[in-house]
């Protein structure tokens, strides 16, 4: 039996990670956190304002994803976050060895559709293109898959499974 992946569901605002997470979360009968939830508060006024988080925002928020991902390692857990940088990927990586990244990817006329459409989230469409110059993809020696975007949620999740199950590298085992 294969350990529980720590999933980390990555992407642009408006890809869909607090839909897809919780829904991926079930199929893999892990908890599932809500990556917002651990920004602080000032980082979440900042993004209301229209103004991007600068790196200096972002390393206290990554730690603390970070060690909830740790926390779970060998248990299994997918939590939502941009991780829109390698240097956070990687930041990551340091404090949970084993997360293994699924970047939910669409195009942009996709994206900003579905972010226009949404109720009651503090990221404006405004910050958009913000996110797609900071986007940078995962690379070959990056745990995790990349799954379109398009179709219903229920779509997605069964391509971000089936990627799953197809990786090669098991998640490290816990320490």
Known sequence: MRTPYVVVVMGVAGTGKTTIGPLLAARLGVPYAE??????????????????????????WLDAIGAWAHERTGLGGVVSCSALK??????????????????LAGDRALI???????????MPTALLD???????????????????????????TARA?????????PPAPAP
């Open 35 to 60: 990556g917002d939830d651990f920004h602080p508060q000032a980082n979440i006024a900042k993004m209301s304002a229209g103004t991007p988080l600068d790196d200096a925002d972002r390393w206290p």
């Open 86 to 103: 390698r240097a956070y990927r990687d930041r990551l990586r340091t404090t949970a060895p084993g997360v293994v990244f699924v970047h």
């Open 112 to 122: 900003e559709d579905r972010m226009r459409q949404r109720q009651g989230h503090f």
């Open 130 to 156: 913000s996110q797609f110059a900071t986007l940078q993809p995962l690379q070959a020696d990056e745990a995790g898959v990349e799954v379109e975007v398009s179709g219903t949620p229920e779509e997605i």
């Open 161 to 169: 499974v089936a990627s799953l199950d197809a990786l090669d590298t």
